[in-house]
């Protein structure tokens, strides 16, 4: 794939931010930035989009212990430091499942992300938890339905 494209809009205040990411894997490049701020970075082998590492996840289920992943959000691009446990059982409106949890480990001022990987369902994200800048949850998604097929 030559290039891809990841946009993120997002509403902090009232205000909408838009930015956007131009992966250019032949030059090795990223293009990033709130639009129209935008700038060039280095482009690593296994950089991923802030939507996309979570089924990078699911591709590639990670061992327990410490990962790192070079990530971007369309506006900044940094390594994602996360912590893989062990796997436990979470309650979701599909019951009760077997999941892999994975939480970025918060640095100060920063926002930080958990998701719950579904193990009995390729490795699927099933839960996903915001933490703002404090550490203080923000929001949490669930998933209500699942459908795998062999294609």
């Known amino acids: 794939l030559q290039a891809e494209k990841s946009f993120m809009n997002r509403t902090r205040r009232g205000r909408t931010e838009a930015a956007r990411a131009l992966f250019d894997w032949e030059a090795h490049t990223l293009t990033l930035g709130r639009v129209p701020q935008r700038r060039d970075a280095a482009l690593l082998a296994e950089a991923q989009d802030i939507v996309s590492f979570m089924y990078q ?5 990670p061992e327990t212990g410490r990962i790192r992943l070079p990530v971007t959000n369309g506006s900044r691009f940094e390594t ?10 979470i309650e979701t409106p599909l019951g009760m499942l077997r999941a892999l949890p994975v939480r970025q480990v918060p640095r100060p001022g920063a926002e930080s992300i958990a998701l719950w990987l579904a193990v009995d369902y390729r490795h699927l994200p099933v839960k996903i ?3 703002d800048r404090e550490g203080r949850p923000t929001g949490e998604q ?5 459908e795998v097929r062999e294609e």
């Open 142 to 146: 669930v998933v209500d339905q699942i």
């Open 57 to 61: 996840l699911a591709l590639f289920p």
């Open 80 to 89: 994602y430091d996360l912590d893989v446990l062990d796997e436990e059982r």
């Open 129 to 131: 938890r915001f933490f």
